[in-house]
């Protein structure tokens, strides 16, 4: 009979049950129960990988982010509507309406006024501006007189029908035109009848600047004297430095009554100031118009 001592079973069973585990007919099923219990495991909601979050929740905030704000701000005022305006008002407010209210008014409308237009005289407005056939004599000149090295040479003279003058003045426009238009008309009023346009040139040889005033001109036909009415390309008083020359116009309006033109007519002018001291003496241009 045996008498040696004996293990305890229970240091042998660990080894038989890993033993078992290895042979193939263990082994397989226990390692596919391993594989789905990881399965298990890794597809449960809680176990999301930190990248996958990131990226289901990084489109939903770019896209609240460039949707626009559906209600506007409570500080943006609301648009005010304009009032639409009939054609009946806008009649009234040309015509100038019970309330006087400007044209350039209606609607929220602005406008730049003409300033030309502003210069016209009212009554001549209504003028009309089909003048018809030229009406014009003209003649070229070379009358000259020198006082004092200050000359005054006349170069051209045109004359015409007091109204025809004004009429292609209020033909041509513009504020100087206009301007020269009135005074034309209101020469006419005071039974003008021919308008008289004289080149001069001016020029001075002296040492001294020279001044002559054409404010004081007279021109003398048929025994009456009329004086200038406007001077065109520059002031009355005409100044001249010492070297130098200068065109102006004489505009005169002549009160015709012996025949259907002026005839000829004289120009008196007064003496110039040289340097400033009046020089004695006076400007007689004896002008051969028709």
């Known amino acids: 009979m045996d008498r040696s001592p004996r293990q305890p079973a229970s240091a042998f069973e660990p080894n038989r049950l890993l033993e078992r585990l290895k042979k193939p007919q263990y082994a397989l099923p226990a390692a596919i129960v391993v594989v789905m219990l990881g399965i298990a495991f890794g597809l449960q909601p809680g176990s999301t990988s930190t990248s996958a979050r990131d990226s289901f929740t990084a489109v939903p905030k770019t896209a609240e982010s460039e949707l ?69 004599t003209a003649v070229s000149l070379a009358v000259e007189q020198a006082i004092s090295g200050v000359s005054v040479k006349a170069t051209r003279a045109a004359i015409y029908p007091i109204d025809y003058f004004r009429c292609i003045l209020v033909a041509t426009g513009g504020n100087e035109a206009y301007t020269l238009a009135s005074a034309v008309g209101r020469a006419e009023s005071e039974d003008m009848t021919t308008i008289l346009l004289v080149d001069l040139w001016v020029a001075n040889s002296s040492r001294q600047f020279g001044q002559i005033n054409l404010r004081t001109a007279q021109v003398a036909a048929a025994g009456q004297s009329f004086s200038p009415i406007a001077t065109l390309g520059g002031r009355s008083e005409v100044v001249v430095s010492s070297g130098q020359g200068r065109n102006v116009t004489l505009v005169v309006a002549i009160r015709n009554t012996v025949g259907a033109t002026a005839g000829p007519v004289t120009l008196v002018i007064e003496a110039p100031l040289s340097g400033g001291t009046p020089v004695a003496g006076k400007y007689q241009l004896f002008l051969p118009t028709p």
């Open 68 to 136: 626009p704000s559906p209600t506007p701000s409570p500080a943006t005022p609301e648009p005010t509507p304009q009032p639409s305006v009939t054609p009946a008002a806008a009649g009234s407010a040309v015509d100038g309406g019970a309330a006087g209210t400007p044209a350039s008014e209606v609607a929220g409308a602005r406008s730049t006024p003409d300033a030309a237009a502003a210069t016209l005289d009212p009554a001549l407005a209504a003028q009309p501006t089909q003048c018809g056939a030229l009406q014009e």
